[in-house]
């Protein structure tokens, strides 16, 4: 069922009003919200509809996974605030993050994802899931670009949908595991592993980092063809792909698309420790801090929209919008700055 834009936009939902629709991802569409109580604004995912027509318990099972997120509670982590169904909408409300998403960065200002931007965002990333499954047995299910943030005020990653991931529940004989195809790891397209582990996580994490690294992802092609060559094809070696990165950083990535889960990193712990080994060695002067360089955010100068969450990130110069006359003011100063420095030299003063 095809749905407008911003179909839902002026309804309250849970005390929030929706203003604008911001993006949709494969469950739902994603809302710029006011929560009215605390006057601040939220994301507000409205979930399709036909996901519940296709599986009566589908969407019940996912508010029941988004209500266990709102435990969650991490700095790299978007916050699960709220989750329920009002009349006949069921409803995912989240913290609102103003930023670009990974997916946008890629796609667009390629150029700032250097060595050390995709080494400290591996870091973060893998601080979250490590933190995900250590507290609260949770794995994500989903890791993409899309599903990544760099917030434009702390500089840091968020990382989002964790709320409709599944828990470290089994997995039933006859139930639909929903996944991306160009992350998907062989054991769940496979359904061999009936109950999730950070493995599976680490093998799309590797996806992710590889497609970061060398601008093309370890796989093309239709999504059937994708699945084939997540559960057959060995990729081409990431130093081969770039010959420029570093090679322990190449050498972790082609270990993390292992088709055996028994020959990954065995957890987050380990994924972690590597990565800031190779961060310490190449920029020793520089700490592995919580947030992302400056110039990473950058990405704002482009007029930066998140795909996961369609946020406008640009910003303008409050005090030039509030005066535009200082602009031509100040080249006047200039230019009699000049003149009076030419009268001076010439002996005319």
């Known amino acids: 069922m095809s749905i407008p834009v911003n179909e ?26 006011n929560q009215k109580k605390l006057n601040r604004p939220v ?21 029941s996974e988004a209500r266990n997120a709102a435990k969650l509670s991490h700095p ?61 047995h949770m794995i994500h299910g989903d890791i993409k ?27 039933e004989e006859d139930e639909e595991v929903m996944i991306t195809p160009l992350y998907a790891a062989p054991e769940i397209i496979t359904m061999q592993n009936k109950t999730p582990d950070p493995k599976s996580d680490i093998y799309s994490f590797g996806v992710m980092l590889y497609e970061l690294a060398c601008g093309v992802a370890p796989f093309t092609g239709s999504a059937e063809e994708l699945l084939v060559h997540h559960l057959n094809t060995i990729p081409q070696a ?62 704002e100068k482009t007029q930066a929209k998140n795909t996961s969450w369609g946020i406008d990130t640009r910003k303008k110069n409050k005090t030039l919008e509030k005066m535009p006359w200082l602009i031509p003011a100040i080249l006047i100063l200039i230019i009699l700055g000049a003149l009076a420095s030419i009268a001076i030299n010439s002996g005319l003063i």
Not at 8 to 33: D, M, P
Not at 82 to 108: C, H, P, Q, W
Not at 242 to 267: E, T, Y
Request: negative net charge.
């Open 145 to 171: 670009p899309g599903n990544i943030l760099i917030a434009s005020k702390e500089q840091n990653l968020k990382l989002g949908d964790l709320g409709l991931a599944r828990s470290g529940s089994s997995v």
């Open 76 to 136: 790299n982590i978007i916050q699960a605030l709220d989750a329920g169904n009002e009349d006949g909408i069921k409803y995912f409300i989240m913290e609102y993050v103003e930023g670009s998403s990974l997916e946008y960065i890629r796609t667009n200002t390629p150029e700032i994802i250097s060595t050390k931007f995709l080494v400290r965002m591996a870091i973060q990333l893998a601080n979250a899931l490590d933190y995900a499954w250590q507290e609260h």
């Open 43 to 63: 994301a507000c995912k409205i979930m399709f509809q036909d996901l519940q027509d296709d599986d009566p318990d589908y969407l019940d099972n996912i508010l």
């Open 238 to 299: 990431l130093a081969v792909m770039n010959p420029d990165i570093d090679p322990d950083f190449a050498k972790l990535v082609d270990s993390m698309l292992a088709k055996d889960p028994g020959q990954r990193p065995a957890d987050w712990k380990k994924v972690r420790a590597a990565l800031q080994d190779i961060y310490s060695r190449l920029f020793p002067q520089t700490p592995a801090a919580n947030n992302i360089v400056s110039t990473v955010v950058n990405a």
């Open 8 to 33: 839902f936009a002026g309804k309250t939902i849970a005390g929030c009003e929706l203003i604008k629709e911001l993006g949709r991802g494969s469950n739902g569409i994603v809302y710029l919200a």
